[in-house]
């Protein structure tokens, strides 16, 4: 079966950084369309990043030039470097898989990730 495995997150302060992971099974990762989305109590899930299967990146203006997304389909990884992180930052992560279009077919379960001033 499909499942997507978030970690990575945790505590950090106005500035640090954090890496997220997302492992992937049961499906053909390395022509996935994989995005992460983030979820802040109180609010809807937004989308944060999209690598799609042909290396293409799409970012959401909040996180352009502080995140960057990445994968290693040899490892069928999701990767979210962010710097620079801010209490706005602060959120449940969520992997998502698109395994046809259009929408994502499978998600994870989340990681949380908490700035503080």
């Known amino acids: 079966q499909v499942q997507l495995v978030e970690s990575g997150g945790g505590s950090v302060q106005s500035g640090e950084s954090l890496r997220l992971s997302c492992v992937a099974s049961?499906?053909?990762?390395?022509?996935?369309?994989m995005a992460w989305f983030r979820q802040a109590p109180g609010k809807e899930r937004a989308w944060v990043t999209t690598v799609f299967g042909s290396g293409k990146l799409r970012y959401a203006d909040p996180v352009k030039g502080r995140f960057t997304v990445s994968r290693d389909n040899a490892k069928n990884t999701l990767y979210l470097q962010m710097d620079s992180l801010n209490p706005e930052d602060s959120a449940m992560y969520y992997c998502?898989?698109?395994?046809?279009?259009?929408?994502?077919?499978?998600w994870g379960h989340g990681t949380q990730v908490t700035v503080s001033s």
């Open positions: 049961g499906f053909n990762f390395s022509t996935a369309s």
């Open positions: 998502a898989a698109g395994v046809r279009s259009p929408g994502w077919q499978h």
